[in-house]
């Protein structure tokens, strides 16, 4: 479905990001990836599904270091098709004990490099009337959660910011989508059961079913490649219309 078309995926050297990015190369894409962290081995599984596949390193929270990833793209395979931003980072504390310096990182991160990334995409999009971008928002873009001001100030800037470029390209074949997933076992998740599971001094399990019941009815994990799934959905004929969506894959979290 996406043979001849470039991919590129924000913070897509592991988990949710490079599960995104395999899904979209599974549909003949290549792949541009970013992220921290060992690139040999994501591009190599990429590849390994018969496409090309690039990496750029670029810092998320530098306006420079993205513009210089997107020329790299364009330079590479003419404009990338599909822009998924999905890089983020967490932090946990109470508003008045938030350290400004984090909040600025989060901000950056998760929200603003969006915009960058998308700015940069857009006019190539609509040179060619096709695109798809896709941000990987989050069940707390639609509701939050104590001590958590500055993750959820970004995920629901991160739904506004889509609603506003769906609107923009509405009469394009340019789409813009979010997808909120719930609780996903990532890395950053695995961190927050372990550190629970210390503070309360019980198993890593219950810390589990634990955090899973408080938020997630379905008490099970949505799963990185439920996320691709969806992503490759957004990106088919079928989805021409679904435009400016803030998708939840939550196992029923906001439907409370």
Known sequence: MLKGKTALVTGSTSGIGLAIAKALAQQGANIVLNGFGDAQAPKAEIEALGVRAEYH????????????????AASKFGRVDVLVNNAGIQHVAKVE???????????????????????LAIPAMRAANWGRVINIASAHGLVASAQKSAYVAAKHGIVGLTKSVALETATTGVTANAICPGWVLTQLVQKQIDDRAAREGITAAQAQNDLLGEKQPSLQFTTVEQLGGLAVFLCS??????RGVAWAMDGGWTAQ
């Not at 390193?57 to 790299?72: L, V």
């Not at 004990?97 to 700015?119: G, Q």
């Open 57 to 72: 390193g670029a810092d998320m929270s530098k306006p420079d270091q993205i513009e210089d990833m997107m020329s790299f």
């Open 237 to 242: 004929p079928a989805a021409d219309q679904v």
């Open 97 to 119: 004990d938030f350290p400004t310096e984090r909040w600025d990182a989060i901000i950056a991160i998760n929200l603003t490099s969006a915009f960058h990334t998308t700015r």
